[in-house]
């Protein structure tokens, strides 16, 4: 049995609100520590579950509406997109040389493990934005223009009052 739009878009609230009570939790656990390693690490848990709420908030949005994007945004998303692509790129590099020249130490092995881990989320967030590339942009965009287009060729009076 699959969800139906309602179901799901009551299970996306709940998990938004879950996910910033996580926020908030984990942010006031680090206001009281000294370590900055905890620190920092259980902050990041912090950012990584408000992206989860935003997720959530995007699949909310998507289940509401199948947006047309705009040509002005077309323009912005096709420029930037390849400009994010790349910096991803970049950075996956620069991570995994930094990485294959950490030794065998036990902190080393605690650094390798926090490296590995970002270098993780930088292949996930170039994957991501590669698909945004190919399926949103590339394959899904209809602009303005092409939803006028789209309603005049198959309306029945072609754009004229009906009557």
Request: charged share 30%; glycine share 4%.
């Amino acid at each position: 049995m699959s969800l139906s739009k309602e179901e799901l878009k009551a299970q996306c609230e709940k998990s938004i609100a879950f996910e910033e009570q996580i926020v908030q939790a984990v942010n006031k656990s680090t206001d009281a520590l000294q370590n900055l390693l905890l620190k920092e690490l259980l902050r990041g848990v912090a950012f990584d579950s408000m992206k989860h709420a935003l997720v959530f908030r995007a699949i909310t949005g998507l289940l509401d509406f199948s947006p047309a994007i705009s040509d002005e945004d077309n323009a912005v998303l096709n420029r930037d997109i390849k400009i994010h692509i790349e910096n991803e790129e970049k950075a996956m590099k620069q991570y995994e040389e930094i990485l294959s020249k950490i030794g065998d130490s036990p902190k080393d092995q605690k650094v390798k493990f926090l490296l590995e881990t970002i270098i993780a989320d930088e292949h996930r967030h170039h994957e991501l934005l590669k698909t945004i590339s190919k399926f949103i942009i590339e394959k899904e965009t209809i602009a303005e223009d092409e939803w006028f287009d789209y309603i005049y060729k198959y309306s029945l009076a072609h754009g004229a009052p009906i009557g």
